[in-house]
């Protein structure tokens, strides 16, 4: 069992940066796989990054490449989702999920139900 908690969403201006966190409780964190995922108003949720458990690899919506850098640091049971560049359709709750299977590659991480642990979401509002 583990639980997430996500901070570091606001308001910020079209163009501007913010920095996610994702804080994980356990011992076990490096033996999780960490995606972020968004839902908009009125949209499905939708996957944004993902990192493996050992930060090896990383995967980015199309939507988001470039801009968008996911990283986790082991020693303190996070993960962080630095987003700069900001846009207004990036606007969303921003979710922090954990995956404990021992599955890796694309699929695994970029899809939601492979996740098995959520956290309750940050507002992340852009303004134009």
């Known amino acids: 069992q583990v639980q997430l908690v996500e901070s570091g969403g606001g308001l910020v201006q079209a163009g501007g940066s913010l920095r996610l966190s994702c804080a994980a409780s356990g011992r076990t964190f490096s033996s999780y796989a960490m995606g972020w995922f968004r839902q908009a108003p009125g949209k499905e949720r939708e996957f944004v990054a993902a990192?493996?458990?050992?930060?090896?690899?990383?995967y980015y919506a199309d939507s988001v490449k470039g801009r968008l850098t996911i990283s986790r640091d082991s020693a303190k049971n996070t993960v962080y989702l630095q987003m700069n560049s900001l846009k207004p359709e990036d606007t969303a709750v921003y979710y922090c999920?954990?995956?404990?299977?021992?599955?890796?590659?694309?699929?695994?991480?970029?899809?939601?139900?492979?996740?098995?642990?959520w956290g309750q979401g940050t507002q992340v509002t852009v303004s134009s």
């Open positions: 990192i493996s458990r050992s930060g090896g690899s990383t």
């Open positions: 999920a954990a995956q404990r299977s021992g599955y890796s590659g694309s699929y695994y991480y970029t899809t939601e139900i492979r996740y098995d642990y």
